[in-house]
T-cell receptor, first 112, second 114 residues
Framework: GQQLNQSPQSMFIQEGEDVSMNCTSSSIFNTWLWYKQDPGEGPVLLIALYKAGELTSNGRLTAQFGITRKDSFLNISASIPSDVGIYFCAGPLVQGAQKLVFGQGTRLTINP | NAGVTQTPKFRVLKTGQSMTLLCAQDMNHEYMYWYRQDPGMGLRLIHYSVGEGTTAKGEVPDGYNVSRLKKQNFLLGLESAAPSQTSVYFC?????????????FGSGTRLTVV
């Protein structure tokens, strides 16, 4: 089945640093979604991408839909302690459907 | 507006016991989902429903059953719990839309089977 591979699996950074993570697939996706999960909570949608090449920002977060439609990237600028958590990419199992497949997640830890 | 509410939040079961996890949403969403989250494996779809009275299998359905008797509720049942079902379970819902939209997740149920 379709799988999403996220890297890195974990990151340990200093407060104030920029963060980059990516998500790749062997299949083409027409939608990419990025979620964040705070400890003890469910994932929350950060950014949705619907078009190849699209670059979308949400505050200090910027995500891009790869040109090949097989990858997506998430960047966080000037990290702060509340950025700690697990970041997931997700995409639809079937084009236009609401059934999503998720990557394994990137766990972000920030040293103050 | 509570969104998606899961009960219970924590539960410990003995092997072979049964239990039901309840998910309730107040957003009038058509679609509902049950996922499990295990370390290093992300979220995997167990079962889902595209409307009241309908259910379908996801990626890892074995050992679970579901029911959606009312649009706002989606129940996940474990008939005979096994240690391999120790996990964090998340319910989510979404609305019908042209193109893919994100889910609203509950805060999870942490289940330990001993």
């Amino acid at each position: 089945g379709q799988q999403l591979n996220q890297s890195p699996q974990s990151m340990f950074i200093q407060e104030g640093e920029d963060v980059s993570m990516n998500c790749t697939s062997s299949s083409i996706f027409n939608t990419w979604l990025w979620y964040k999960q705070d400890p003890g909570e469910g994932p929350v949608l950060l950014i949705a991408l619907y078009k190849a090449g699209e670059l979308t920002s949400n505050g200090r977060l910027t995500a891009q839909f790869g040109i090949t439609r097989k990858d997506s990237f998430l960047n966080i600028s000037a990290s702060i302690p509340s950025d700690v958590g697990i970041y997931f990419c997700a995409g639809p199992l079937v084009q236009g459907a609401q059934k999503l497949v998720f990557g394994q997640g990137t766990r972000l830890t920030i040293n103050p | 507006n509570a969104g998606v509410t899961q009960t219970p939040k924590f539960r410990v079961l003995k092997t072979g016991q049964s239990m039901t996890l309840l998910c309730a949403q107040d957003m009038n969403h058509e679609y509902m989902y049950w996922y499990r989250q295990d370390p290093g494996m992300g979220l995997r779809l167990i079962h889902y429903s595209v409307g009241e009275g309908t259910t379908a299998k996801g990626e890892v359905p074995d050992g679970y059953n579901v029911s959606r008797l009312k649009k706002q509720n989606f129940l996940l049942g474990l008939e005979s719990a096994a240690p391999s079902q120790t996990s964090v379970y998340f319910c989510a819902s979404s609305y019908y839309a042209r193109g893919t939209r994100g889910y609203t997740f509950g805060s999870g149920t942490r289940l330990t089977v001993v």
